[in-house]
């Protein structure tokens, strides 16, 4: 099946940066949209960034500026580059992506997640 691998998350001091990576794997068509989401403490998940299959993307205004999302198709791999953070960027990282799927009996378009990555942004 399906498999989003996250990294990239860790310890950084505000204003610092960090790259969070998301790599699909298994038996994948094609990936279409792809996108980050965030859930910090007490929160509910939140979305952060997403780019289409043509490369669209769209933000949050909260990481407007300071993030950026990007692809490489070849690799089915999603990044986040995050930039001048701040602690109230703090949070487990999610990455989602829309994945069409072969199946023995065709097609099927299904919502895959990655684990989740935690980024800590603390002095």
């Known amino acids: 099946q399906v498999q989003l691998v996250e990294s990239g998350g860790g310890l950084v001091q505000p204003g610092g940066s960090l790259r969070l990576s998301c790599a699909a794997s298994g038996t994948i068509f094609s990936i279409n949209a792809m996108g980050w989401y965030r859930q910090a403490p007490g929160k509910e998940r939140e979305l952060v960034a997403v780019?289409?299959?043509?490369?669209?993307?769209n933000y949050a205004d909260s990481v407007k500026g300071r993030f950026r999302i990007s692809r490489d198709n070849a690799k089915n791999t999603v990044y986040l580059q995050m930039n001048t953070l701040k602690p109230e960027d703090t949070a487990v990282y999610y990455c989602?992506?829309?994945?069409?799927?072969?199946?023995?009996?065709?097609?099927?378009?299904?919502?895959?997640w990655g684990q989740g990555t935690l980024v800590t942004v603390s002095s």
């Open positions: 780019i289409s299959s043509d490369g669209t993307t």
């Open positions: 989602k992506t829309v994945i069409v799927e072969p199946r023995n009996w065709g097609l099927r378009t299904l919502d895959a």
